[in-house]
């Protein structure tokens, strides 16, 4: 029983961990930015070999971004909410935090440059080299970008139905499992393996519909939107 608790209480933790996420990507205009350029820079990394080194530090930039506009969000709400007549000392209390999101973005562009200016430069050659990727590199490029426009699916469309994570127009399970099962098929010549690949993401996807998570439209979306990405993904650049 006090497993099964605590169980419960991480997945609670995780709906509201998320459901932050997704509020501050709907509500805060440089956040949907920051996904927006994030999600060009994963792209534009499919034209480069990065080795391990160079794609964490392109991870990790990304990242840091993000946390810092999530973190100066959440102190913006808490002062607001603290203080309802104006203080010269939460205008400067802001000042540092928007001042962390400029530093994280300082070190970003820093990194963008080090990675993609040589490469950027000799454009021609280089890039039309650079196109057939390792398909480890490209999975982890579809997966990220599976995620970035679930998160701006259901910040858009999503409805009352539980927390973002819990239900929404789109099912992010679904979705992940059908990218899976599709970069399964594009990597594998087996019919079999195929076979229990799409079958796997059709019980997840059933698994959401029975619990009562997602409406079978939900799971459709999402495995409509997993497939294409994969194809993108692994047609063009694999």
């Given at each position: 029983m006090k497993k099964r608790k605590s169980n419960?209480?991480?997945?609670?933790?995780?709906?509201?961990a998320a459901n932050g996420l997704i509020l501050c990507f709907k509500t805060e205009r440089n956040m949907?930015?920051?996904?927006?350029?994030?999600?060009?820079?994963?792209?534009?990394?499919?034209?480069?070999?990065?080795?391990?080194?160079?794609?964490?530090?392109?991870?990790?930039?990304?990242?840091?971004?993000?946390?810092?506009?999530?973190?100066?969000?959440a102190l913006e709400y808490i002062m607001d909410a603290s203080c309802n007549e104006y203080h010269p000392l939460i205008r400067v209390a802001k000042d540092i935090a928007a001042g962390s999101v400029l530093l994280s973005a300082c070190y970003a562009v820093i990194v963008g440059y080090l990675l993609f200016y040589d490469r950027l430069v000799p454009l021609g050659n280089r890039m039309l080299?650079?196109?057939?990727?390792?398909?480890?590199?490209?999975?982890?490029?579809?997966?990220?970008l599976t995620v970035l426009l679930?998160?701006?699916?259901?910040?858009?469309?999503?409805?009352?139905?539980?927390?973002y994570f819990q239900?929404?127009?789109?099912?992010?399970?679904?979705?992940?499992?059908?990218?899976?099962?599709?970069?399964?098929?594009f990597n594998s010549k087996n019919l079999l393996v195929i076979s229990l690949g799409y079958l796997l993401a059709l019980l997840v996807a059933e698994s959401r519909v029975e619990g009562k998570i997602h409406k079978p439209a939900d799971t459709l979306v999402g495995a409509i939107l997993g497939i294409l990405v994969a194809?993108?993904?692994?047609?063009?650049f694999g």
């Open positions: 419960r209480t991480f997945l609670k933790s995780f709906n509201h949907k930015f920051h996904f927006l350029i994030a999600g060009l820079a994963l792209v534009l990394g499919l034209f480069f070999e990065f080795n391990k080194l160079e794609f964490i530090m392109l991870l990790s930039a990304i990242i840091f971004v993000l946390f810092a506009e999530m973190v100066n969000t080299g650079g196109l057939h990727q390792n398909p480890i590199h490209l999975t982890f490029i579809a997966l990220g679930i998160i701006a699916l259901k910040s858009r469309y999503s409805t009352n139905r539980g927390s239900g929404g127009t789109v099912s992010g399970h679904t979705a992940i499992s059908f990218l899976m099962a599709t970069i399964i098929g194809i993108f993904i692994f047609l063009i």
